[in-house]
Each structure stands twice: as C-alpha cells, then as structure tokens.
C-alpha cells in the first residue's frame, strides 16, 4: 500500500514537472513585485557573496605559492608578501560573511513584508464578502488562507536569492577553473550537473516519504485524540489493550513510512560524502600531471581544489530549496482562490425604509438555503413601533433565519423588507465575545459612554455579576481572561445589543441559557427601556412566550396567525400542541402524579 | 535554572528513556565505531594534498605515478568510508524508529490506564501532545540533532588527531584561534532561540486573531464593526512580520561567523607556521593539509550549536513522556482474581469514603466527596440517585463501576469485593451509560461492536429489536452502517443515546449504571429513548443519576445525596410524604418547568 501510494506520485509528479516550473516562475513574477528593492537588496548580497568565494581562493593561492612555498622549498620569509596574504584572505573572507549577512537579511525582510502584503490583501477581501460568502466556507479553512497558506506562497522567496547566488558563483567558478586551467576545469565542471541532479532527485523522492509520513502522523493524532476522547467507553467496555493494538497498527505504519526514508536518505548521505571526495582525488592526480608538464603551479593546483571544496556546501543543499516549490505553488494557488473571488452584494442595501409608527414591514418574502424547498415563501408581516413581540414555531422552520434576514445579514430571494430608521441590534444564539475587554466587547469601539454601559448591563441583568470581578468592564475575555457561562455570556450580547442603541432588537432565543426568574426579569427590564424601541424575541419557553405583547405563529415558512399568546392558546390547537411540546418535561411529570394520586 | 542539576538531570532522563525504549540504546557503540571509519572520506583529500605536495610535486620533481597509487588507495579509502557511513546511519535511524514505536504504544497502553481523574477535559490535550508532538520532537531531534552529534562529533575527532598528528603547535594554534567561536555562536544561538520564540508566539497570536476575525464575522457584520477588529489583526500582522524579520537578522549574522574564525584561523596558522619554518620537522604539504582541515574542523561547530537547543527540546519532550508514564494508572488488576457468581447481582456499600485529595494537582482541600455510606441494593433492584451537582451522585456511580477506588471502605457485587473482580469479567457484567455518550467517527456498526467484537449480526440484529430500534434504525440512510460522524454529531443527541443504549444491551450486562442525559432531546427521540431504557433496564440490577426528577419517581427507591451523604432513601412515594429534602427539591423543580405569568 505504501509503495503503491509513492507510485502514483512518482507519475503524477513526472506528468506534471515541467508545468509546475511554469507555475513557479509566474509565482515568482507576481509575489517578488510587492517589495522588489528589498529583494534586489538581497541579490547584491547574494552576488556579492558568490564572486568572493570565488575570489577566496584566489587569496590562497597568494599564500601558497608567494609564502609557504617560498619559505619551505627556498627557505625565505617574505613578510610582504605574508601581510599582502593576510589582507586578502581576511579581507576577502568578510566581505563574504557581510554579502551573507545582506543576503539573509534581506530576504527574510522580503519574505515577511510580503507575507505581511498578502494577508492584509486575503483579511480586507474577506471582511469585503458579506455572511452568504462565510457560511459557503469554513472557518478553518479562511483562517489557513490567511495564514499558513499565505506563509507558504512566500517561503520561496527566503531561498531565492540564495539560489541565484549559487548560479552566479558556478558560472564565475567555471570561468575561473576553465582559465586557470582547461582539463582540469573541464572534470570539476562535469560535477555541478551530477550533484544538482542527484540532489534535486534525492529531495524528489524523499520528500513522497515524507509527504506519507506526514499523512500517516495526521492520522495518528486524529485516532489518538478520538481514542482518549472516549476514554470512558474504552474503559467501561474493558478494550484498553483493543484500543492500544488499535493504534499500534497506525503507528507502525507511520514507522514504517520513516524507515524507508531513512534507507533513502542513508544512501544520498553516504553519496553526497563520497562523490566530492572522489573528484576531488581525481582532480589531485590529473592536477599532478599538469604541473609536471608546467601548465600550472602547485599554488593553482590547491587553490583549484580548495575552491572545489568551497562550492560543495551550496550544492549540497541545493536540492532543499527547489523542494520548497511545489509547497509554495500550492500555497500561493490557494490564496489566489479567495482573492480572484468577486466580492457578493451587500444585502444590507435591499432593505427599504417604513413609514412611521411601523418598525418592520415585510412583503411576499421567499428564502431557501436549497433550491428544491423553499424554508420560507410567501412570508408578510408587519409590527408597529415599540412593541415586543415573539416568534414561535418548531424547531427548523425558520425563526433564526427570519431574522437575519431582517438583520440584513442574507439576502431573500424575492419579497421585500422594510425597516424603520435607526438599525438594528441582533443578539445570536450563541453569543460571540471578543478576546477583548467586557466593554469592547459591549461597545465594539463604538462611542458609548460610560453611563450607557452601565444603563445596558443593568437591563441585560449581567451589570451585577461584572461588578463583581475585580476590575469590572475593564476584564479581559482573552485567553487568559475570565471564562464566562452560556448564559452570563448571552447577557453580555445582550447588553451589547441594547448599548448600540438601535431602533429595533432581535433576540435569538437569547435568554434560554437562563433560569427562568432571570430570563422573566430581562424581558421585564426590555419592557420597561424608554424610548420606542421595538423587541423581537425568538422564543421556546412558555413563560417567555407570555410575556410579549403578540405572538408571531411560524409555521411552513409563512406567519400562521399573530396575536396575543392567550388568543392562540385558546384558537389554535397546533399552537396549543406545540406549547405543551415545549413543556414537556412537565407534562411527563404531571402525568405521573395522576398515576400516584390514583394508587393512593 | 541550575546547572549542574540540570545536567545530571538530563542524563537521567536520557538514561530512564533508554530503559524504557530500549530498542535506542541498542548497538549504539557499533553504530559510532561506523560513524568514525565513516568520516574518515573527509579527511583523505587534506592528506592527500600534503602527502603530494611533501613527496610528489617537489619543484622540478613531479611523481605522478607515486601519486597515482596514493590516489587509488585515497578512493578505496572513501568507498570504503562511505559505506561505513551509510550503516551508520541507518542503525541510527532504524533504532530510533523502533525505540519511539515502543515509547508510543508503552504510552498508549499506559494513558487508557490512567483513572478518570486524569482524563479531564484540561489535560486532555496534553496527553495527545504526549504521544504525538512531544515525541515528534524526539523523532526530529533523532534524525538531525543525534545525527549531527554522531557524525560530526567523529569528524571533529578524527580531524583534531589528523591535526595533532602533522604539529600539535599548529594544532593548538588553530583551536585556540577558533575556540572564541563556540562563545560566539553560543550567544547568537540564545539570541536565536529567543526572537523565535518570539516570532512564534507572536505567529499564533496572529492566527487567534484572524480566527476571531472570521468566527465573530457575522457579530461584526450585525453592527458593522468591522473597523476595530480588523485594523487590531492588521497590527498583528505586522508585529508578526517584525518579529520573524528581527530573528531572521540575528540568523543572518549567526551563519557566516564559522567562515570569519576560518579565515582568522587560516591566516593564524600560516604565520605561526611561516614563522617556525623547517625546523620543527613542519613541512609545506601539512600547512596546506592543515588549511583544509580548518574548514573540515570549524564546519561541525555550527551545527553543534544548533543542535544543542534541539537537544534540550527532546530532553525536554522526553521528560514529560516520562512524567506520563510516572502517573499512576487507575485501579489497580486484580491479583487472585475471584469469579463473580452467575445470574443477577446485588450491590453493597461499606462503610464507603472517596476523596480527590490524593492527588498531587488538586489545590482544594481534602474534602471528601463521599463519607460513610453504606447500604445494600437487592438484584434487579432500580435506584436513582439524585442530589445538587457537587453532591457525590457521579463519584458514588463510578465507585460502583469501578472507575475509581474508595479511598475507605469497600464495593460488593453479589459479596465479591470489586478490587477481586478480574476487568474483563467485570466489564462484561456490569456496564456503564455516561452523560453524553462517546461514539467513534465510524458506523453505528462499529460502534455496537466496541462493547463486544466477537457479536455476530444477528446479536445486533436482536438487541436492536429487544430495545424497540428497529423503526429508527430503518430510517437511518445505511441502516447500522450509516456512518455517525465526529463523536457522533451527525447523530441528534437523543439518537446517540440511542447508540449507546443498544451498545450497553450487547454485552448482556447484569449492573446497569446510567447517567441521564441534562440535555433536552426532540419529543420523538424522548419516546423512543423511555422505550429502549425501560427495555434494557429490566430485571437488571440499575443505577442511575437521575437529573430530572420524573426519572426519579419512576425508580423503585430513591437516594438522595447531599455533601457526600445519603440523607433520604425510600420510593418516590414515601419520600414524598415525608415532606424533607425530596419533597422541598421535587416542589422546586415542578414550578420551575411549569409556564410563567
């Protein structure tokens, strides 16, 4: 199975090699565009890095033949020459380490301020989209985009100018060999190609095991977790040593996946240590004969061979560079996605305006998520100013989006709605708090005051559990913040709703996370608010219900009726049904005691 | 941190690792004999150089053929070395996979051992990263760090003796030149480690953010408040940037500061050497051998300092795998297991106290959760326990089961001290119903079978008709091999109640202990639910936790508990009538669930 999985790469990845080099290039184009002095910054250096490796061993040459030769074969110390040495090769030797430290430098300056680029690009698209666009993909998934997929586009860039160097300095290099000696050159030549080959080859077919590994360690993690999860059924069905044998399994495979790299990798070690090493001892014996027939000195000769040394290190690591390419590609694609999408409509621009004294006003409204059913067709209604009024109905029939459709928040298909001046406050089913201060997260930056802070926790019924941290709305909901209930949570929404101050409030079942005497009090406190606010609550709870002033019946994605909760109680009987549902658990119980009254 | 503690520390727990795997120690000293031989290739082209310079290329006197034939010997020497060095490898590398399976699965066997007390929801994660990242660390570390201690740690050795061997005055010459370099890359390497953890923090920040970003989207969207969250990501977009830039700068001047010492060294070697001249029986073929061996020498220094943070992480990885395998499993096997009779099972309490203070992580008093209890429940008897949160009820209930031990007293099953009871009988006889049951992310199928591999289809087929579930297991898309999801969720929470209903009802269980779900399930689910409860509830001996109070009233006795203690015990009915704690609670619970105004 292994092997297989690694076959099919191995064509897949034949297929489609040289499109790939295409794709890299117009990566390379796009992205290097966003901060190109930092990148030519980083090529000088690089540049500058590559023609003194070169020149380095032109220092050695110096020493060799005007100082160490001169002192051992003719006994003489020439200390001009030792000071002309000394300078070069120290001289020429920081220069080198200063084009390394401009190169590295700047291409991680280019590398991040891209990255930077990229997700300000990725964040200000996304906040563009309107909800319709979120709910179509996953959180995970956009929060990757704008992260780790768009670090990955970028990694390319740490190592380009590093590979560019590479290329300038064989070309010098080769130049220079060929100069100072033809056959010689020739034979060091022939070894760039061999090890870039090897090299890109080895990466090639090391990284699929990787790539495996990786897989099979995913999966790993994803059966451990689940297994520990349910550690409970593990033990109280007794299969602690079913689950270990169980993951014993996965991890062999993962084993198994790393020994093979292991034998691959052993080989191109082994390799990579022998190849140079044998050039070079050829290098040495052909040297020999060309100092013999005169055509170089013994200086040429160890210069040659240290320089031959010097570009071993680059070459060796080549291959690790281009294995970064396809990863980046991938990443960068991925970006593109999110960023090539055209922005949706706003469908907050759809919503009319009513005339006064009427809060919301919707006509023959059409909504479906599928296109076989419609959840809501045909809907009207309309709710006068100051009013609270509740909307009831069976689970899934469409309440919650009802009101993001008032709230603007998806766009019906046909129908309209109108709402009165002044915007809207929605407070969800489940509340969302930022990892900000309490007040943040009430006034969300807008410009409340203090008093009005106060005013709306006190209505929210949450002012009396935040005065009792420590430093009140100043508490942070942050990681390392206080962790607040379902229900203390809601209320804090709650009192965001009412702190923004808007015409009309939508509460999603808000107050069922608590108890009743809490939950009566908040409606009682909505009721109370001066001003003309109107209150639409999406409730289950009976008592809740009771408290509007009107009752919204939902039922087959139109309003069924709408009138006081006793009227309905009394006309409806599919109301009455649904209400004794709500309560069942009381009716369970109710029934219960007749059975014992009647035992007695 | 203190050092030399530190230190022995670590070689500790490198040791305890060893012992525990010992697939890694194994053949460790054959594996460096091959890493030496192996990084002999590096030092034949220095020798060779000097050897040809000193014997074969004297001015006017060039031997081809003696250089030749050292040439060849110089070949065979790196194949030879080359091979060396691949065995050496591979030992390592096969050794270390092998050694962290074993860690893996001691540890798997060893974390579904542990008691329920460690298995909260806080450390959860943490014993996953136990047996995925931590030793993930240890397989990075093994397959660079170890590698670069072995085999650059042989060539170090190898090309000091080549050194040593042409002129120890050049030798140490050229150590001390490039010894100030260890100091140097050490400190860079802090400063390293330091701006990346930084960078890293500062990294998974960003992606909190940007998460909340896009999680409280449609918060934002309702108040068109977008502005504050976004330019508060923008910021940390950009301080991520800052961050990776300023490590990526200490990195830049980390690199090239081996090639700074080298020069340094190169020329410090040729002066002395320049200096001492013929005298010294120093010759012109080592002061070019002693060049090469320069970079030969100074190359390792890098990695090493690299590698001596990855050690510190593995050590660091490894020292909690250990501290995993430290913690004590729950209750104990076991020992002379006695057989529990046939047929149904009766349940007494002695004389039973449990207290969570026993462990080392819980900073709340010692209060104990249970005290004195003691009380005897017939066979097929039905008892709900029933009490506030925080009296005892799931303690008791897992006392029973055998989850955890008492802390005093003790647990009969038909007069059979639980602590007697082999597991698998034990779990074959009584079975445990919790709260929100776990299902795995495979099939119904699969999940029915956890409790009992060897059940054959038609088992299935006949607990699913005994609990009244052939209707709703029809109406599933597969039937029993629809699949169920992550923990289920693609099941209602009523439905996955139902699952572990008809998992409980395979094993033929003769103790039943229930925890009743809080959470509210549709009306059709609650009826199928009742059903397949009162089913597989008869003539079983059944405990359950009864959260709302008309479960209560259907058992046949009820215990209320109250801080630890059982305060009322009789049927619904006489509790009632007693007008106590039950009564005052079942009062309660009525006006609470009844419709307000």
Redesign the interface.
């Known amino acids: 199975m292994v092997e297989n999985a690694v076959d099919d790469a191995v064509t897949s990845d034949a297929k489609d090699g040289r499109g790939r080099l295409k794709e890299a290039t117009r990566l390379i184009i796009e992205i290097v565009k966003y901060h190109p002095r930092y990148f030519f910054i980083a090529v000088s250096g690089a540049t500058v890095f590559a023609v003194c490796t070169v020149a380095s061993s032109i220092g050695l040459k110096w020493m060799i033949d005007r100082v160490i030769l001169v002192r051992f074969n003719e006994g003489r110390i020439d200390s001009s020459a030792i000071v002309v040495g000394s300078i070069l090769i120290i001289g020429i030797g920081l220069l080198r380490a200063l084009g390394v430290v401009v190169r590295r430098s700047y291409a991680g300056k280019t590398e991040w301020r891209t990255a930077e680029t990229i997700t300000n690009k990725v964040l200000d698209h996304i906040v563009a989209q309107p909800v319709k666009w979120h709910r179509q993909h996953m959180t995970g998934d956009i929060v990757a985009r704008c992260g780790v997929d768009a670090d990955a586009s970028v990694a390319i860039l740490a190592p380009l100018p590093f590979s560019s160097s590479v290329l300038v300095m064989m070309l010098v290099s080769a130049s220079w060999m060929l100069y100072v000696d033809v056959p010689l050159g020739l034979l060091a030549v022939t070894v760039f190609p061999l090890l870039l080959f090897l090299n890109i080859g080895y990466q090639r077919r090391i990284d699929r095991y990787y790539n495996l590994a990786q897989r099979e360690l995913g999966t790993l993690s994803e059966a451990v977790h689940e297994s520990f999860d349910g550690v409970m059924v593990v033990k109280s069905f007794g299969a602690e040593e079913r689950e270990t044998q169980r993951l014993a399994v996965i991890t062999s495979r993962l084993r198994d996946a790393r020994i093979d790299a292991v034998y691959i990798r052993s080989i191109f070690e082994a390799m990579l240590d022998a190849i140079p090493s044998l050039v070079n001892i050829a290098l040495i014996v052909i040297g020999a004969m060309r100092v013999k027939s005169g055509a170089m000195s013994v200086g040429d000769l160890s210069s040659f061979i240290y320089l031959f040394t010097l570009l071993m290190f680059p070459l060796r690591i080549i291959g690790y560079l281009f294995s970064e390419i396809p990863h980046s590609v991938a990443g960068w694609s991925r970006v593109r996605e999110i960023l090539d999408e055209p922005i949706m409509s706003d469908p907050l621009v759809l919503i009319g305006k009513t005339q006064t004294g009427t809060a919301i006003e919707i006509s023959d409204l059409f909504f479906s998520h599928t296109p076989e059913s419609d959840l809501i067709k045909n809907l009207s209604l309309h709710i006068e100013t100051g009013r609270t009024v509740a909307i009831v109905g069976a689970t899934g029939c469409g309440k919650t989006t009802l009101l993001h459709l008032i709230a603007g928040l998806i766009a019906p298909q046909s129908g309209s709605i109108s709402l009165q001046d002044g915007g809207v406050g929605l407070v969800f089913q489940e509340a969302f708090l930022f990892a900000e201060t309490l007040r943040f997260n009430i006034t969300l930056d807008a410009d409340v005051t203090t008093a009005k802070v106060q005013q709306a926790a006190e209505i929210a019924e949450c002012a009396e559990f935040i005065d009792e941290l420590a430093v009140g709305f100043d508490t942070s909901m942050g990681e390392r913040g206080v962790s607040l209930s379902g229900g203390q949570r809601q209320r804090v929404a709650l009192a965001r709703a009412i702190a923004q101050d808007r015409s009309i409030l939508l509460l999603d079942d808000t107050t069922s996370a608590l108890d009743p005497a809490t939950e009566a009090k908040v409606i009682r406190n909505l009721r109370e608010m001066n001003g003309h606010q109107t209150v639409v609550i999406v409730a289950s709870r009976p008592s809740t219900i009771a408290l509007a002033d009107e009752v919204l019946y939902m039922r087959d994605g139109v309003i069924a009726d709408h009138a006081a909760h006793s009227v309905l109680l009394s006309r409806r009987d599919d109301y009455r049904e649904l209400i004794n549902a709500f309560e069942h658990d009381r009716d369970s119980t109710a029934s219960l005691n007749r059975t014992n009254e009647k035992d007695i | 941190m203190n050092e030399p503690i530190g230190r022995f520390a670590t070689a500790k727990t490198i040791t305890r690792g060893v012992n525990i795997a010992p697939d890694l120690g194994k053949g460790i000293g054959v594996t460096f004999l091959f890493a030496l031989v192996?990084s002999l290739?590096?030092v034949?082209?220095p020798i060779?150089?000097q050897q040809?310079?000193d014997n074969?290329?004297q001015?006017g006197n060039?031997?081809?053929d003696y250089?030749?034939k050292l040439?060849l010997i110089?070949?065979i020497s790196?194949?030879v070395?080359?091979?060396s060095?691949?065995?050496a490898?591979?030992r390592l590398?096969?050794s270390t996979?092998?050694g962290?399976?074993g860690i893996?699965?001691k540890l798997?066997?060893h974390?579904?051992?542990?008691s329920?007390a460690d298995?909260n929801e806080e450390r959860?994660g943490a014993?996953?990263s136990r047996?995925?990242s931590d030793i993930?660390t240890l397989?990075m570390f093994f397959?660079w760090g170890a590698l670069v201690w072995l085999l650059d740690g042989s060539l170090m050795f190898v090309v000091a003796c080549v050194m040593l061997s042409y002129d120890w005055i050049l030798a140490l010459v050229a150590f001390a030149v490039s010894a100030p370099l260890f100091i140097v890359l050490r400190s860079l390497q802090k400063r390293l480690v330091a701006a990346y953890d930084i960078a890293r923090e500062s990294n998974s920040m960003?992606?909190?953010t940007?998460?909340?970003?896009?999680?409280?989207?449609?918060?934002l969207?309702?108040?068109q408040?977008?502005?504050?969250?976004?330019s508060r990501?923008?910021k940390a977009?950009?301080s991520?940037?800052d961050s990776?830039?300023r490590?990526?700068?200490i990195?830049?001047?980390l690199?090239?500061?081996g090639?700074?010492f080298?020069?340094?060294t190169?020329?410090a070697i040729?002066?002395v050497?320049?200096?001492r001249?013929?005298g010294g029986g120093?010759?012109?073929g080592a002061?070019?051998g002693f060049?090469?061996l320069t970079?030969r020498f100074l190359e390792p220094i890098a990695e090493f300092t690299e590698v001596v943070d990855q050690t510190q992480t593995a050590v660091a990885g490894l020292r909690r795998v250990l501290s995993v395998l430290d913690t004590p499993t729950?209750p104990p096997s076991a020992i002379n297991p006695i057989a529990l009779p046939s047929g149904p099972i009766s349940i007494e309490l002695r004389d039973l106290s449990f207290s969570y203070g026993s462990r080392a992580d819980t900073q709340d008093d010692d209060l104990p959760v249970l005290r004195n209890i003691s009380l005897s429940i017939p066979a097929q008897q039905h008892i709900a326990l029933v009490g506030a949160s925080g009296s005892g009820k799931t303690t008791l209930a897992r006392l029973i089961?055998r989850?955890a031990d008492p802390t005093i007293g003790s647990v009969m099953l038909s007069g059979v001290n639980v602590n007697k009871i082999e597991?698998?009988e034990?779990?074959?006889r009584l079975?445990?119903v919790?709260q929100e049951?776990?299902?795995?992310?495979q099939t119904i199928a699969y999940n029915l079978l956890?409790?009992?591999?060897d059940a054959t289809d038609r088992d299935l087929l006949s607990v699913i008709k005994q609990l009244e579930l052939d209707e709703w297991v029809s109406s599933l898309p597969d039937g029993l091999n629809t699949k169920v999801g992550q923990?289920g969720s693609s099941l209602s929470a009523g439905e996955r109640q139902l699952v572990a209903l008809a998992r409980a009802a395979l094993?033929n269980p003769d103790v039943l202990i229930l925890d009743e779900a809080t959470s509210?399930v549709?009306?059709l689910a609650?009826v199928a639910l009742s059903r397949a409860l009162r089913a597989l509830s008869a003539g079983r001996t059944t405990v359950s936790i009864a959260h709302?109070?008309?479960t209560a009233?259907?058992a046949d006795r009820i215990l209320v508990l109250e801080h630890g203690k059982v305060v009322e015990d009789g049927s619904?009915?006489v509790l009632m009538g007693r007008d106590r704690q039950y009564a005052t609670m079942y009062a309660q619970w009525?006006t609470?669930?009844?419709?307000?105004?």
Do not use: C, W
């Open positions: 192996g290739a590096r034949v082209v060779l150089i040809s310079i074969g290329l001015p060039v031997r081809v250089i030749a040439g110089a070949a790196v194949v070395a080359s091979f060095l691949r065995r490898v591979l590398g096969i996979e092998q962290l399976y893996r699965i798997y066997d974390i579904h051992r542990l329920l298995h959860r014993l996953v047996v995925t993930e397989t397959s960003l992606l909190g940007i998460s909340e970003l896009v999680s409280g989207t449609e918060t969207r309702a108040y408040a977008h502005e504050p969250i976004v990501t923008k977009v950009r991520r940037a990776q830039i490590a990526g700068v990195g830049a001047f690199f090239p500061s090639e700074v080298a020069v340094l190169i020329v040729v002066i050497g320049v200096l001249g013929v120093l010759t012109a002061m070019v060049v090469f970079y729950g089961a989850l597991n698998n034990l779990r074959r079975v445990v919790p049951p776990f299902l795995f992310a956890f409790a009992k591999p923990r094993t509210a549709d009306a609650e709302r109070l008309s009233a259907r619904h009915r009525l609470a669930t009844q419709v307000g105004a």
